[in-house]
Structures are given as structure tokens and as C-alpha cells.
């Protein structure tokens, strides 16, 4: 007789978590009946490959080190216990201001998943395995079998949990044409990845490199292209001038809206908060679910996004800066309520409505403006073009440290609360094509200090803005890549090397990793964008008649349960703690049932 076998494929940040989970229900769920723990990743457990502590340490995190924490607290919707711990800030006894470096992130991941491994009893043996999960096979009603790399014999499992991070995926026909051009004219391709990951040493000094790409991938790119080979900055903090080492290629970059993310905000949302959710909440998602059939996102679901994130703003507005607005906000309150989502009338009136409340368009709140900032934006060149970027990136700046704006904080605390209630969509929507790259951009931008130096390495040169809406050639007649946009009619910029600076879209239809992709092969469901269908009460797997599969959970980035960033602020909620408590509650639930029963104890036949 043998004991009852859990598999966890990915020891980064969200098996660490699961695992937190899982060690704090075992005395309530499992009690000591023992149970074999395999933990599965080539990369070390706790960072895993993101967070690993062997990459550049000019890398940062993209929040503060006293936003960031493993643990959980009373304001998390949790069935298992509250289970509280430090900061990455208090871990550290460092300034929680400060934005660490991933290896500073990494150690802390480190620490946190040897606490957890501590905590464990005597009678769960956890087994460590350094090496990549190729396949889960087995039948719906019985034992798994969990191939590796490295071993000729599966790992029997009872439950396998998939814990990914973000992972590699095989490129699309763009992306194989694009390497196929160059390949032919012996120029540089580099195609989405992480960015530490990427082998950049073919960008060479003082040649120009065309970017796609202005978001967190980018600013890495410009740090391991800059800092990252020999340069410096000098002067005061919030106006740097960058000195060049020489070794630096010269970047030109563009995105389709043209500019870099917003910048992280660089203060708290105090006072009184905006009571959420309001018009995106339960029974909104009831509703939505109880139509049928799936949900087009901008169709069915922006709508009452949007007069979500609109309320959060204009309830601070009217709150916190009573002098920018007109009239009271019980009037204003509602005139938003009875606005009919969808109605082009209603909309029109509540557009006259919120100019006469808020005479100051600066302090409206206009998401179609936000999603497009440079909409029709014509310079008379790419000097011009230069300036406004420029210009932006100052006023962005100025705009995001300064608490005279803290309805974007507002905003911000409403995207957390959509997040919430997304989830619970499960696979009837597809969320990620465009919502998660709008709220990475109006939320999830880099620090300022970032903002600040990019501005500097505009004014040097080193970094050249191409505009938005740009288009990439491949120029076969001149063996040239070739980049233009409506920003600068008629101007064109010539490489002979492109940066694809982003992270592959998390699709397990196209994804390098052959677990995920033999899992869709075996009946898993994923929604039109890729994203694996899971049940958004536990985890499990969907297949793809609908049926959740008993031994199988999938948590993380490529799933429909996929949350608001990597990690969790404290005292926010923390989706992806509530996520793993029920992941991990769920399993041990399983486990528990069949604990008793007897199992062969020799290896699982091929």
C-alpha cells in the first residue's frame, strides 16, 4: 500500500504559493495520513525561471518592495487559515519605497518556498525534481502518469497540478517569416521572449535596431542595451543625463499606441476609497452567465467594465477634489446609474452630462483617449516626433506623481476589483486579446525612475521613437527591415536587426511547451485566444465536453484563472491567494478520499 501522490509541475511563484496553501489546509483536511509531494521545474524552486537569481542585477521589479508579499491576510476570501508573513520589504529591512531587484525578488521567493517546505509534517515527503514535465497521460477515472525529462519511468499521480509561469511558444507565421528574411539577408530577428532570457550580444554598437514593443519587455531591453553595457547616468534623480560607453546599438522604437505604459504611481490612494464593486460586481456576472453560450468581451462585458472603472474615478474626483467639479455627486451618482450600457442615447447624454459635472477634460475619465493617445497625431518630422514623445513622457510623469490625479488610483483599485469578478467568467470570454495588455499599460507600467532615464536616453540619442501604429516590412529588394508610421507621413527607418520586445501571448494552441500542448491534444478546452479552460471554483482542468477532469488543475498565466499581476499587493483581496486555497482545498479533498485504498506499488506501465 502506498501513499497517495501529488504532483505540482512549476515551483516559481505560484507553485510556491499552492504550496503555502496546501501546508496551511493539511492539518484540517488531510490530517497525518501521509502523502508523496513531487515538485517539478528544471529552474530552482521559489524564483523558478523568471525570478531566478543568476540574471542581471540592473533588473527590477515593476512594484515597490512593500507592495509585494507571499502571504495572506484578512482581506482575502479564503476557506483555509490566514497565514501572514513579511513583505518582501519587511523580509529584507529595506526602504518599502524602493523598487528591488528581481535577484533581491528571487531570494525572497527562495526563502519563502524553504518556509513552506519547513512547515510541512513528517508524513508528507516532497520530492524535488530538477528537470521539465513532458506529458501527462492517464485515464479521466484513474491514476496519471507524469513523463520527465530525465527518467525513463513515469511519476504515478494521483492529482497533477500545473503551476506554469509564462512560457515559450512556437512563432506564428509572422514571426517564421520574419526569421526566414533574415535568415536569407543575415540579419538579426529576435522574437518574443523574456528579455533576460534573450541572446542580444548580435545588436551591435551604434547600428540601429528597430523595436516592437514599448511595455515592460522594452524597458528591460533598454536596460540590458545601456546600463547593461557600460553606461551611466548622471545629475539629480528626477532629471538624469545619460553618458554613453559606445557600445550601445541605437534603438527605434514603436507600439501601436506609441508610447511607453503609464508610470507606476507614486503614491497611495488615501481617504475615503470608492465603494466597489458597483456596476461590475456578482450579480452583473450572474447575469452574463446566465445568458449562455459565450461572451465577446468588448460587446457584452466592457461595457459594464467601463462604468466601473468610470465610477471608482469620478466618486474620487467628487470625493477628494471637490473644487474641479460642479453640481453634487448624489446628481451625478444618478445620472451614471440610469445610463443604459449600449444605448447611444444614453451615452450621449451622460457625455453632456459629465462636461457640465467636470469642465476640466483632463479630469474626465475617457477610456477610448487612454487606449489611443496618439490618435491623430501628424508631425512634420522625426525630430518633431521626438519632442512630443518627449513631452509626453514628462507630463505622464508629472501626472502619475501627483495626488491632485488620485482619480487614476481610483481607477486602479476598480481594475483590481474587474479582476476579481473576471474570473468567475471562466472560458465563456476571452479577456486577454485586448483587456490585459489595456490595464498592463494603465496600470502595470514600470517605474518612474525607468520613465525618467528613457527620457534621458531620448535626448542622448541612444533611443529614437518611431510613433504609433507602426508597420514592419521586410524589404527583400534592399535586404532590409522597414518601419514607418501615420505619425510622420512619408518618413521611413531602415535596420538590419528587429526586436520583437514582448512576452509570447500565453496560448496553449501554439505554446513550446509539449505538457501544455499534449494536454489540448488529449480533449482539454482553451478559449479562442489559447488560454486553457479551467473551473473557476477549483482549478480544474475543463475538457472539452464540458466536464472539469478529476485529477487534473491548472493555475497561472496560460489559464482562463489567470489573475492581475505576478504578485499581490497586501490588504488588496490577493485573487491568486484565494485561487490557490481553493486549488489546494480541492486537492486535498481528492487526495483524502482515495487515501485509502491500496495502490500497486510497482511502476506504472509505459
Known sequence: MSAPSLVVVGAGPRGTGFLERLAAALPELYGDRPLDLHLVDPHPPGPGRIWRTDQSPLLWMNSRSEDVTLFTDDTVRLEGPVRPGPTLAEWAGTDGGRFATRTEQGAYLRWAYERVRAELPPTVALHEHRTTALRVEGPREGRQRVWLADRAAPLPADLVVLTLGHLDAEPDAEQRALAGFAARHGLVHVPPGPTADLDLSALRAGEPVLVRGLGLAFVDLMVLLTEGRGGRYEGPEDAPVYVPSGEEPVLHAGSRRGVPYHSKLGYALDGERPPLPRFFGPGQVDALLGRGGPLDFRRDVWPHVSRELGWAHYHRLFAAHPERTAGTWDAFAAAWTAAVPGDPDAAAALAAHVAA??????????????????????????????????????????????????????????????????????????????????FSYLASGPPGPRLRRLRALSEAGVVRFLGPRVTVEADERHGVFRASS?????????????????????????????????????????????????????????????????????????????????????????????QNDAAARAALAFLREGSGRCRQAAPLAG
Open 357 to 438: 459635472a467636470v469642465p476640466d477634460p483632463a479630469d474626465r475619465f475617457d477610456p477610448e483617449a487612454l487606449d489611443h493617445p496618439l490618435d491623430g497625431l501628424r508631425v512634420a518630422d522625426a525630430e518633431a516626433l521626438q519632442d512630443e514623445l518627449r513631452a509626453y513622457v514628462t507630463a505622464d510623469l508629472e501626472r502619475r506623481h501627483d495626488p491632485a490625479h488620485s482619480a487614476d488610483a481610483a481607477v486602479f483599485a476598480a481594475v483590481l476589483s474587474v479582476y476579481g469578478q473576471l474570473v468567475r467568467l471562466g472560458d465563456r470570454v476571452d479577456t486577454d486579446r485586448w483587456w490585459h495588455g489595456f
Open 486 to 578: 501615420p505619425a510622420v507621413p512619408g518618413a521611413t527607418t531602415t535596420a538590419g536587426a528587429l526586436v520583437e520586445a514582448r512576452l509570447p501571448a500565453p496560448t496553449v494552441t501554439r505554446t513550446a511547451s509539449p505538457l501544455l500542448r499534449g494536454l489540448y491534444e488529449d480533449g482539454a478546452r482553451a478559449t479562442a485566444g489559447g488560454l486553457l479552460a479551467v473551473d473557476p471554483a477549483d482549478g480544474r482542468i475543463v475538457q472539452r465536453d464540458g466536464r472539469p477532469h478529476p485529477h487534473r488543475i491548472a493555475l497561472g498565466p496560460h489559464t482562463t484563472a489567470r489573475a492581475n499581476g505576478a504578485f499581490v499587493r497586501p490588504r488588496t483581496g490577493g485573487l491568486p491567494f484565494a
